[in-house]
């Protein structure tokens, strides 16, 4: 099980950025998946979330209506737009997958597999 996390960059505030994890070793039907991002001298943080069909999501209260989860299953990847970004979503941005997968975990802790991260730099 491998995730791969790309996408981050510099973005001025109000700006978008679409974030790719690209997953190999298993199909999205058999984990579900999940964004966090932590940022300097912070604990990581739930951002959003899709179960093992992808119809169902869940979005942390901060990211509600300017981030969407989706994924592409031919390509194996799940993906966050992220939009009218604020300086405070500054983070390194990593995906995650769950083996119990009719979940949608906010938890760090119940993520077995971690991409690298990627670096979201939001500035004012």
């Known amino acids: 099980v491998q995730l791969q996390a790309s996408g981050g960059g510099l973005v001025q505030t109000g700006g978008s950025l679409r974030l790719s994890c690209a997953v190999s070793?298993?199909?999205?039907?058999?984990?579900?998946i999940g964004w966090f991002r932590q940022a300097p001298g912070k604990e990581r943080e739930f951002v959003s979330g899709l179960n093992w069909s992808g119809g169902r999501t869940y979005y942390a209260d901060s990211v509600k209506g300017r981030f969407a989860i989706s994924r592409d299953d031919a390509s194996n990847t799940v993906y966050l737009q992220m939009s009218s970004l604020k300086p405070e979503d500054t983070a390194v941005y990593y995906c995650a997958s769950d083996d119990k997968p009719w979940r949608i975990s906010t938890t760090p802790g119940d993520y077995d597999a971690w991409g690298q991260g990627t670096l979201v730099t939001v500035s004012s």
């Open positions: 070793g298993f199909t999205l039907d058999d984990f579900a």
